[in-house]
């Protein structure tokens, strides 16, 4: 299939057949390491949810790694990042040190958002990331705003709007791609398809699910992509943020995606059967990739090893960060909060 025209997608959109591009050792391994930290990062933070060490509400990525991890190869320090309440995988992947995850998610001083925001508010301004939101859809005229500054100020550069398949229902999703369209502004719209908004599958909640077609209405060029494959992921992300970056105005990707964990810890998942979530992991996107690399001889069992082992050493040090870490002072309680008035 030929790439999509500008402001069209393609009918009935399926997933674009896998990128076969050369596939370099340090980038593969590169492309592993950071599927796994991310696997191994939501696990310790499940532990320590468990342990009351991790409070509040508790969202994960299991399962969704090769979206983060893919899409954030092929965008730039520059490049802004919007996403949602489930974006541990993109904070990860953006760079922003585990310590400061964690320790945001242990509510302490040291922590990426100051320990004010937990799990779903991941900040940091010096990354480009710009949160985090618990609000579905929030992220979507944000990202819109940060476009339109950018345009404004004749900067090239993109804005890449992570959310999931629960907001492509909600008036913010409309309104963002109707305005981004209408101004053609440099952002890159990346819907994370997992089937299901909380507990309810796709179905049940949109009259029409091919998501990559309904951005068509808008003038947004759309693509739904197999959201289990990083290089395919990759590869569109790539292409994408190229055309966003060259002043064709906004794209949208469907990634199509699987969470393998519930909603969210408090979550009993009974919407769905186990028969359906053990298909979806024989998808598992790090089990795939990991196979690729081993059929063309560039992962060992040594090498996995040494992967497993530097993410645990990451992991234990993240977490004393965060052991370690202050609490906020209690006479800091309204800072930040009301604004007193200016002189
Ligand atoms: C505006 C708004 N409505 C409802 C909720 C409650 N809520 C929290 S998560 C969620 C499901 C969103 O699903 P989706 O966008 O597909 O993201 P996923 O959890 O699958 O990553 C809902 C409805 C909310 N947080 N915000
Ligand atoms: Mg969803």
Request: proline letters at 5%; a negative charge.
């Amino acid at each position: 299939m030929s790439a999509p025209t500008k402001g069209k997608a393609r009918r009935g959109s399926r997933p674009s057949a896998p990128a076969a591009p050369e596939l370099e050792r340090e980038h593969g391994l590169e492309l592993l390491h950071g599927m796994l930290r991310i696997r191994r990062f939501e696990e310790r933070a499940a532990e320590l949810y468990s342990l009351a060490k991790i409070r509040g509400f508790l969202h994960l990525y299991v399962g969704e790694e090769a979206v983060a991890v893919g899409a954030m190869q092929a965008l730039t320090p520059d490049d802004a990042i919007v996403a949602t309440y489930r974006e541990h995988g993109q904070a990860l992947a953006r760079g922003l040190p585990p310590g400061s995850l964690m320790a945001e998610m242990f509510g302490k001083a040291n922590g990426c958002s100051r320990g004010r925001g937990g799990s779903m508010h991941f900040f940091d301004v010096s990354r480009r990331f710009y949160g985090g939101y618990a609000i579905v859809g929030g992220g979507l005229p944000i990202a819109v705003g940060l476009a339109l500054a950018d345009k404004l100020q004749g900067r090239e550069r993109v804005t890449a709007c992570f959310f999931g398949d629960g907001a492509v229902a909600e008036g913010e999703f409309h309104e963002s791609l109707n305005l981004a369209a209408l101004w053609q502004l440099p952002v890159l719209f990346l819907c994370e398809n997992n089937l299901y908004a909380m507990g309810t599958a796709i179905k049940q909640e949109l009259a029409r699910t091919d998501i990559a077609l309904r951005a068509e209405s808008y003038g947004v060029a759309a693509e739904a992509v197999d959201g289990m494959d990083v290089l395919a992921v990759e590869a569109a992300v790539q292409r994408a943020a190229q055309a966003v970056r060259s002043d064709e105005g906004p794209w949208l990707l469907e990634l199509r995606t699987y969470r393998f964990r519930a909603h969210s810890m408090a979550d009993p998942d009974l919407y769905r059967t186990k028969e359906e979530i053990e298909r979806w992991k024989e998808r598992d996107p790090i089990v795939l990739f990991s196979a690729r690399l081993r059929e063309a001889e560039l992962l060992t069992d040594d090498n996995l090893a040494r992967l497993e082992a530097e993410i645990a050493a990451e992991l234990d040090e993240a977490v004393a960060i965060a052991e370690a870490g202050p609490w906020e002072p209690v006479e800091d309680l309204l800072k930040d909060v009301y604004t007193p008035p200016q002189e």
